[in-house]
């Protein structure tokens, strides 16, 4: 990768807007449309949400880790939590599938209409890494 850098913030939902601001900030040289800016914006604060509601409970004792890397073709981000996991990956990914009553399940679906790619590696009782790629388009 061209460039790349790797934060680490305690599982606070106030932490959603530091991880969206720190995107933003490390991509901002390549000089993005708007679009594809929001685009990444968005789906970063749905994938820390996820590994800050559902992975941890909003235990603030916890650490997500955010990394984002690129090159001259594709956006490259990685969100990570040692979380309780996915029992079942496919489900999770259903639209309005959510474990958590309150929340309308929709963390996937925005991730997988905006992104190319989405990878979500999953052990029950160890954590959750989800990878997400996208082209870039200038």
């Given at each position: ?13 106030e ?17 993005l ?31 997500v ?74």
């Amino acid at each position: 990768m061209y460039n790349e850098m790797h934060v680490r913030f305690i599982s606070k939902l106030e932490n959603v807007t530091l991880a969206r601001s720190l995107s933003v900030a490390f991509l901002v040289d390549l000089n993005l449309n708007l679009n594809t800016m929001n685009e990444i914006k968005t789906i970063v604060s749905e994938a820390v949400t996820n590994a800050i509601v559902h992975g941890y409970s909003c235990d603030e004792e916890k650490w997500v880790e955010l990394k984002i890397a690129y090159d001259d073709e594709v956006v490259e981000i990685e969100v990570i939590d040692e979380g309780i996991g996915i029992e079942d990956i496919e489900k999770a990914k259903e639209p309005l599938y959510s474990t958590k009553p309150e929340h309308a399940g929709l963390g996937f679906s925005v991730m997988e209409s905006f992104m190319d790619k989405v990878k979500v590696k999953s052990t029950v009782g160890k954590g959750t890494t989800i990878i997400l790629e996208k082209q870039l388009e200038f």
